[in-house]
């Protein structure tokens, strides 16, 4: 699995040009099909897609390659899921925010729990990306709580981000980092988070 731009025609000219590396082995990947179709549910509407995959010229593994726009194993769109983590972080409960942003009570409180389950995890990730992308970076101050601390870890680390690669939305640069695994259950996704 490879995160790459929500732009598909752009896609398509990086795999065909040979521009995406794979991501076991930093081998250049090729077209490879697609993956079944998805439903991704964004701020804008829903979104039908079917992910490209990719395979690798030097170790033949295969990639499917999710757009930026994306977590593994959730259906809505990072933005969304973002947005709910800042309001939680706020103080607002999960009911109220996931009626403003029309998902279900169950699905916001699910992705709420995971995030403060992992957030020191997150925490460290983005503190260490941060670093990577910028390393005058002065150290990150305490926001006061360790899901606070998390998400302020998560705005450095795109600050940096975007000062180094340009202009990019926070969440789609959080889901880069992570290579869709903010809130997955296996850690693997953010030990191996790279750019
Ligand atoms: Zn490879």
């Known amino acids: 699995m490879k995160i ?3 732009e598909q025609a752009l896609v398509e000219a990086e795999l065909v040009g040979g521009l995406l590396a794979c991501p076991s082995c930093q081998g250049t990947l090729g077209p490879w099909g697609h993956a079944r179709e998805r439903v991704t549910r964004r701020f804008l509407g829903d979104w039908r897609w079917r992910p490209r995959r990719a395979r690798c010229r030097g170790c033949r593994g295969t990639h499917v390659l999710l757009a930026e726009v994306c977590l593994l194993r959730r259906q809505d769109e990072v933005e969304v899921i973002g947005a709910a983590i800042e309001a939680h ?34 925490r460290a990730l983005f503190t260490r990306c941060a670093v990577g992308l910028d390393p005058e970076l002065g150290p990150v101050l305490s926001a006061g709580s360790v899901v606070a601390d998390a998400l302020e ?37 953010l030990a191996t988070g790279a750019w």
């Open 4 to 6: 790459v731009c929500a």
């Open 89 to 122: 972080v706020a103080g607002e409960g999960h009911r109220p925010i996931a009626a403003r942003l029309g998902v279900p009570a169950g699905t916001v409180r699910g992705w709420l729990r995971r995030f403060d389950q992992r957030s020191e995890l997150v």
């Open 153 to 189: 870890a998560i705005a450095v680390a795109g600050r940096a981000w975007v000062l180094r690669f340009g202009p990019c939305p926070v969440w789609r640069i959080c889901s880069r980092l992570t290579a869709g695994g903010l809130l997955s259950c296996n850690t693997s996704s």
